[in-house]
């Protein structure tokens, strides 16, 4: 049984940070990509940061290139996201996925971002 389980959310104020973890199990972590994706209140889904299967390459969306790090570690299959200068628009339920090979999501982390 395949299982994203994401952990490291939580309340922060304007320009603090959060680290995001997500523990796969039950596929072979190292070959997929891995993607992070959100969802903020009454909104669609966004799309924020993938890696590829070894880590080596990164991409973010506009919103968040440099601020947000994706990074992996295969050894222990666990996807993350530090996300740092976090902005009020951040508030949202992060999810890990692999939604193309795997079809497979977390459960999502609510990180909120308030004063």
């Known amino acids: 049984q395949v299982q994203l389980v994401e952990s490291g959310g939580g309340v922060v104020q304007p320009g603090g940070s959060l680290r995001l973890s997500c523990a796969v199990s039950?596929?072979?972590?190292?070959?997929?990509?891995m993607h992070w994706v959100r969802q903020a209140p009454g909104k669609g889904l966004e799309w924020v940061s993938s890696?590829?299967?070894?880590?080596?390459?990164?991409y973010y969306a506009d919103s968040v290139r440099g601020r947000f790090t994706v990074s992996r570690d295969n050894a222990k299959s666990t996807l993350y996201l530090q996300m740092n200068s976090l902005k009020p628009e951040g508030t949202a339920v992060y999810y890990c996925?692999?939604?193309?090979?795997?079809?497979?999501w977390g459960q999502g982390a609510q990180g909120t971002v308030s004063s």
């Open positions: 996925a692999e939604p193309f090979d795997a079809g497979q």
């Open positions: 890696t590829n299967s070894g880590g080596e390459s990164t």
């Open positions: 039950g596929l072979t972590f190292s070959t997929y990509w």
